[in-house]
RNA sequence: GUGGAUGUAGUUCAAUGGCAGAGCACCGGAUUGUGGUUCCGGGCGUUGGGGGUUCGACUCCCCUCAUCCACCCCA
């Protein structure tokens, strides 16, 4: 083989398709049931769509971009993420003026990163947004959009972690006081937090070495430093889950990779993946669509991915779909049979039967065995008695039986 | 980007440095018009790729590519 498929990428083969329709028309139609359109962008955009709103300091644009120069030398980026481009068609289309404000999305997004499973360069995510409004009811709906369709899939092993990060304020008070916690301990920090000591405090509750967690322990909360209307937007976050009936655990520790986001944060954990657990996440990010040159407008959404659900599915035994066999195995005895029934196969196909024949299979023996195997409903039997009668031997394959029916008959019967 | 494991037929896996094999799958056949079971037969490999050591390399060494696992990060 001379050429193989780029690292990190892989191929939707037939096999796989049917499951991945199934969970998109899923996805659509209760993205439909919530009120959202969908809404598809490029994959690729101008670079600094995504280095301004996901933040140059974010491992995204340092060193997960797909960035390249056109002909014209302009720099373009493989889309990280799908939330900026969303952003960017709302406000550049005026969605604003015409109502469009529950948008969904499903696509491709690519990252350099390192593959691992669930992980990919050229991934799948499928996310809504909901813009211009920061009314905590809207959190809460968005939250209870993830959690519905992942209980309509029937996935068990399900945990919704949500945690407030605070507006702009807050968290720069928090941060401040988190490294004043951890300050004094910096000599027993392993490498990676010294480095989050300085770009990302919050990340320093996470880490998984245990002298690091031992300190995270008593680190102080982002909870305990929200203002007063950063708390009560919590509060009320939490409210409406419940009237929803949407169980959640709150985690201090959720943090967003983006640096958009404020408040809301929220992700849903699946155990049992592997590391990349993390199946959907998302937040409220009220900054970004000024940051992108709009008025001052809240918004929030989420984001998942389709690998790790399709892994989820697979780990609980789910299948949503297998693909069906044809409706009709055509079996032709000598090639008279055959001219007789060519035409008829396309009759039929036009008319939205699909019919399986291969005129190089030429023993009835090889032709029913491939009749069989290929899971057909029916298997259509022409031979001389039958070309005599104008009519074909259809056998129903699951139980054997078979009648004689009109050729002109068929697709009627079939239909 | 860092560390570790792995790479042999379509697939799952064997093979002390000495002729590359098995199950499953696939294809064909078992007195030419009735499938799934059974029986018989069949093909397949540049042992991921390249280089080196050796009389001889799937096996040892180096490089490279890819996958997996973990870190990191995230969906």
Sequence with gaps: MEYNIPRGTYDILPEASPARQALYARFLRLAEAFGYHEITTPVFEQAALFERSSGESSDV???????????KGRVFALRPEG?????????????DLKGENKLCYWGPMFRYDRPQAGRYRQFYQYGIEFIGSDHPYWDAEVISFLWVFFQSLGLKELRLELNSVGC??????????LRDYYRPHLDQLC????????????RLLDCKVPSCKAFAKD??????????????HFEQVKAFLNLMNVPFTINPGIVRGLDYYTNTAFELIYEGIGAQNS???????????????GKSTPAIGFAGGIERLLLALEAEGISLADSPGPDLYVIAMGVEARDFIVHLINELRAGGISVVYDPEKTSFKAQLKAA????????????????????????????????????????????
């Design 372 to 415: 069989n195997s290929s899971r057909a409903r029916f298997a259509a039997i022409i031979g001389e008695d039958e070309l005599a009668a104008g009519q074909v031997m259809l056998k129903n394959l699951e139980t054997g039986q078979q009648q004689a029916v009109k050729a002109d008959a068929l697709l009627q019967f079939l239909g």
């Design 219 to 232: 680190a102080p909360s982002q909870l305990d430093y929200l203002d007063q209307s950063c708390a009560e």
């Design 279 to 293: 199946l959907a996440g998302g937040g409220r990010y009220n900054g970004l669509i000024e940051q992108m040159g």
């Design 191 to 202: 490498p990676d937090c010294l480095k989050r000591f300085e770009l990302k405090p919050r």
């Design 168 to 177: 702009p304020d807050c968290a720069a008070t928090y941060e401040t006081a």
């Design 83 to 95: 939330t900026a481009p969303v952003v960017r068609s709302y406000l550049e289309n005026r969605l």
């Design 61 to 71: 644009v340092q060193k997960e971009m797909y960035r390249f120069n056109d002909r």
